[in-house]
């Protein structure tokens, strides 16, 4: 709870909710005489860097808004409702556990989902556990029986390999202690990456690992963790699959989510709501607030007697590389003096490099260090059988990623490198599909994506 009761507020609002005996958290209703207006909600705290002169208030629909004192307003408490404030959430009891339905596990890593607004500093900084969230989606408790909690509070720019392996080892640990699906919420600026590594780390899953994220917190407008979380925890229930995926937005509109395999998603969009899109492949199944309905029939059965693998272990010494137009060799050739393990290039088109480069990748080979083409056009399958740069860089030895996002080869080679650095077996791992990372059909329907 913020300890000042009206934080936030200086000047003629802090006077004027003070004077009416009025503190964040309470609902009100506030009235302009002038222009027949009245409004209800909750009493918000206000940026210290905001104007003076409003009152923010939460609308039963989920929206802030401000407004301004003016001579003819009039405020009046309808109910003082302070029981636990937090960023920016109202936050109701904990649900009662009801026995008998699916037991998850929610781990939190941090992210916009797990985020609040700093109202000293209007920026948004992650500091809710994974109990405030599920307090603040109380649905969830009528599809599962929920644990929920915090692993780590960061933004997922700084997830490196070794929080992946520690968050799979945690996963696991959930799984062998018989939960029926695990939740895993994540910032979304790097959940393609995580959702990968788990993938390639949990092998022969019994239950469905998900990812889940929001590109809005939950105490802005338009906030998607609310329906992303519900809808993650309904997979983890509920789905048949039992995989690593992520559930995130399907459309603009709050109606249904998306389930993409977790070595086939990508995050295509800044600040849309409905930014994660499976690429090369079709999202495994729709998420309405009643039902999942499945897109495709390619998927691991869940089936809880299975045993779990797990291969934790990333080799942080692996590079992920742009190449351009007036590229030069030297970036690749500093990469090896440097002592790096593995290289994946996101090469031009059908898996293309400025011939400048050649050179420096055939040493990098000649090294022992594995170079893996991908294509930038993110879209689509390498093929470097078709122009002559192509077969070059095949003779040199470079290894092509087929459909791989290239996020998802920087991550499956940096998971092969800790496991062996031959350069046969290397290339071997890479070619053979682990976790559905390389689809061998190439369907029309992929382009444009769902
Ligand atoms: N930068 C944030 C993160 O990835 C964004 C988000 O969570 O959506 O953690």
């Not at 802090?14 to 222009?35: A, C, P, Q, W, Y």
């Not at 994974?130 to 960061?154: G, K, M, Q, T, W």
């Not at 889940?212 to 229930?237: C, E, F, H, M, T």
Request: charged share 25%; proline share 5%.
């Amino acid at each position: 709870m913020t300890e000042d009761p009206l934080f936030g507020y200086r000047g003629y609002a802090r006077t004027f909710l003070m004077s009416n005996n009025i503190k964040i958290g309470d609902r009100v209703r506030i009235k302009k005489l002038k222009e027949n207006f009245t409004v209800e909600g909750i009493v918000m705290p206000r940026s210290l860097l905001a104007e003076d002169g409003f009152i923010e208030i939460k609308l039963d629909n989920g929206y802030n808004i401000g407004i301004r004192i003016t001579d003819d307003t009039v405020i009046e408490k309808v109910k003082e409702e302070r029981k636990e404030f937090k960023g920016g959430l109202i936050v109701p009891e904990i649900p009662k556990p009801r026995p008998g339905l699916p037991k998850v596990s929610i781990i939190s890593t941090g992210g916009t989902i797990a985020s609040k607004v700093d109202y000293r500093t209007g920026a948004v900084y992650p500091a809710l556990t994974s109990e405030d969230l599920y307090r603040a989606v109380p649905e969830i408790a009528n599809i599962a029986c929920i644990e929920a909690e915090v692993l780590f509070s960061i933004f997922s720019e700084n997830m490196t390999p070794k929080h992946w392996e520690i968050i799979a080892q945690h996963v696991a640990d959930k799984i062998n202690k018989g939960f029926d699906g695990i939740v895993v919420t994540h910032g979304t600026d790097t959940m393609g990456y995580t959702a990968a590594a788990l993938s390639f780390a949990l092998q022969d899953l019994p239950v469905p690992v998900v990812l889940v994220g929001a590109q809005r917190s939950s105490d802005r407008p338009s906030s998607d963790a609310a329906i992303n979380l519900y809808s993650a925890v309904k997979v983890a229930a509920e789905a048949p699959f039992a995989e690593v995926v992520v559930v995130m937005h399907g459309s603009i509109s709050d109606d249904y989510c998306l389930v993409h395999r977790g070595t086939k998603v990508r995050k295509m969009h800044t600040s849309r709501r409905d930014a994660f899109r499976t690429v090369n492949d079709t999202p495994l199944a729709r998420v309405y607030r009643d039902r999942i309905e499945m897109l495709s029939n390619n998927y691991k059965h869940r089936d809880k007697s299975r045993r779990l693998k797990l291969k934790n272990k990333f080799d942080d010494k692996v590079v992920l590389l742009k190449v351009y137009p007036g590229m030069k060799g030297d970036i690749i050739d500093y990469i090896v003096d440097s002592g790096y393990h593995g290289i994946v290039l996101e090469g031009t088109g059908l898996g293309h490099t400025p011939e400048t480069l050649f050179p420096a990748i055939k040493r990098a080979i000649r090294e022992g260090i594995p170079v893996v083409m991908t294509s930038q056009c993110i879209w689509g399958r390498i093929n470097m059988n078709v122009y002559s740069t192509g077969r070059e860089l095949l003779s040199l030895g470079v290894i092509p990623g087929e459909d791989m996002l290239p996020e998802t080869a920087y991550v499956k080679l940096s998971w092969v490198l800790a496991q062996t650095r031959d350069l046969d077996k290397v290339r071997e791992l890479m070619l053979t599909n682990i976790a559905g990372e390389i689809n061998p059909r190439s369907l029309i329907s992929y382009y444009p994506p769902l």
